[in-house]
Every structure is written in structure tokens, then in C-alpha cells.
């Protein structure tokens, strides 16, 4: 499976930026997949993830801002993010695995990673 992300830049403090992930490859009817974020030094955390049955899980940080949302068809995971602040700012990655994952936030549940883009809110 390939992750290729896109859609990140520069914003604004409030304004808004919706990240997309192309998904390539083989894939499953069982899977998760999520958005992570890494600051300078700081170890990658996860943001949002959405299972194949649609169930979503937000960080605290971000719910209420951010919404991610999964076209099936078109393979693509996006994350919505509304209401940007300058903490905000990192580099974003688009992440999945197959199977049930019982902790969709956290980093190690997952095998396959996208490159990452970069978002700054100033």
C-alpha cells in the first residue's frame, strides 16, 4: 500500500486547509486509517482516524476543529481543519493498517505511512 498525501501550505491563525491522502495498491475490507502529526522534536502523535466501518476518534486537540472523512471509491483520506492556530503548525502524515485496531491513535498500530506535508499556521 502507498500513502501520498497532499494539501497542506501556509494559513492564517483561524483560517481553514483540508489534507488528502491517495491510497495505491492492494487493500482490505478491514482497515483503519488516521492522520498523525510530528513538531520539531517532539515524538509523531496522532490527530484523527476513521475505521472501515466509518467510526471516528478525534485527540482532544483537535475535536470540534478537525473532521476527517474517507472516499472508498476514490481510496482517499481527508482531514478537514477548521479554526487553525499557530500550535497547530507541524508536519502532517497519513497513516493505515489492516485489521482492527483497538488504540487508532497511537503510532506503533500502524505499518504503512505516507510522506508527510508540511502545515503552518502564523
Known amino acids: 500500500v502507498q500513502l501520498v498525501e497532499s494539501g497542506g501550505g501556509s494559513v492564517q491563525a483561524g483560517g481553514s486547509l483540508r489534507l488528502s491522502c491517495a491510497a495505491s495498491?492492494?487493500?482490505?475490507?478491514?482497515?483503519?486509517m488516521g492522520w498523525f502529526r510530528q513538531f520539531p522534536g517532539k515524538e509523531r502523535e496522532g490527530v484523527a482516524a476513521?475505521?472501515?466501518?466509518?467510526?471516528?476518534t478525534y485527540a482532544d486537540s483537535v475535536k470540534g476543529r478537525f473532521a476527517i472523512s474517507k472516499d472508498n471509491d476514490k481510496k482517499i483520506l481527508s482531514l478537514q481543519m477548521n479554526s487553525l492556530t499557530p500550535e497547530d503548525t507541524a508536519m502532517y502524515y497519513c497513516?493505515?493498517?489492516?485489521?482492527?485496531?483497538?488504540?487508532?491513535?497511537?503510532?506503533?498500530?500502524?505499518?504503512?505511512w505516507g510522506q508527510g506535508t508540511q502545515v503552518t499556521v502564523s
Open positions: 497513516a493505515g493498517n489492516y485489521g482492527t485496531i483497538y488504540l487508532p491513535l497511537r503510532r506503533a498500530e500502524y505499518g504503512y
Open positions: 495498491g492492494a487493500t482490505q475490507d478491514d482497515y483503519c
Open positions: 476513521i475505521d472501515s466501518h466509518g467510526t471516528t
